[in-house]
T-cell receptor, first 111, second 114 residues
Framework: QQQVKQSPQSLIVQKGGISIINCAYE??????FPWYQQFPGKGPALLIA?????SEKKEGRFTISFNKSAKQFSLHIMDSQPGDSATYFC??????????FGKGTTLSVSS | NAGVTQTPKFQVLKTGQSMTLQCAQD?????MSWYRQDPGMGLRLIHY???????DQGEVPNGYNVSRSTTEDFPLRLLSAAPSQTSVYFC????FGKGYNEQFFGPGTRLTVL
């Protein structure tokens, strides 16, 4: 059973556009929802994270929207740039346990 | 700080061979873990440790062993390599506890089993 479902698998966005990646979860005990960014040949790196007591968090061009009742959260990348081209993973964690990752979204931003 | 380091970066094994993937961190993090990454599968947890002397299994532990004799090191052993273990392996560390702590990943080891 896949605990964190991520969509779409791949995404192509024009430069300056908005990239949106969605994730859904089932475990209501999850209390931490990070997004990781991974460039080819590198390890994943934390991009932005949110807790379930907050509905939105913004850091620069990156925003997490969190809907606790729907058990969904999403990553929005505003003014997408070619340098944002990477694989993005959503994740979730229950306190004191390991991160559970979605399957990833490959984002390509065309110039 | 060097962060999380992994060696080797690349490795080719023949079926049945054994080897150890090395992972070290210099941030005094209690929690360390090993993931494998396969195309379209995301990152799947192999084994993890909440401190020296304590290890536990993750989602895909079969064919792998771990030990944690020190806080800094968390090696992953492949006992008898199989082609299904061809993957990219990532080690990660984080301060343990209920806090919302960032998990730091190493650069990965790309393993091919022929």
């Amino acid at each position: 059973q896949q605990q964190v479902k991520q969509s779409p698998q791949s995404l192509i966005v024009q430069k300056g556009g908005i990239s949106i990646i969605n994730c859904a979860y089932e475990n209501t005990a999850f209390d931490y929802f990070p997004w990781y960014q991974q460039f080819p040949g590198k390890g994943p790196a934390l991009l932005i994270a949110i807790r379930p007591d907050v509905s939105e968090k913004k850091e620069g061009r990156f925003t997490i929207s969190f809907n606790k009742s729907a058990k969904q959260f999403s990553l929005h990348i505003m003014d997408s740039q070619p340098g944002d081209s990477a694989t993005y993973f959503c994740a979730a964690r229950e306190a004191g346990t390991a991160l559970i990752f979605g399957k990833g979204t490959t984002l390509s931003v065309s110039s | 700080n060097a962060g999380v380091t992994q060696t080797p970066k690349f490795q080719v094994l023949k079926t049945g061979q054994s080897m150890t993937l090395q992972c070290a961190q210099d941030m005094n993090h209690e929690y360390m873990s090993w993931y494998r990454q396969d195309p379209g599968m995301g990152l799947r947890l192999i084994h993890y440790s909440v401190g020296a002397g304590i290890t536990d299994q993750g989602e895909v532990p079969n064919g792998y062993n771990v030990s944690r004799s020190t806080t800094e090191d968390f090696p992953l052993r492949l006992l008898s390599a199989a082609p299904s273990q061809t993957s990219v392996y990532f080690c990660a560390s984080t301060p343990f506890g209920k806090g919302y702590n960032e998990q730091f990943f190493g650069p990965g080891t790309r393993l091919t089993v022929l």
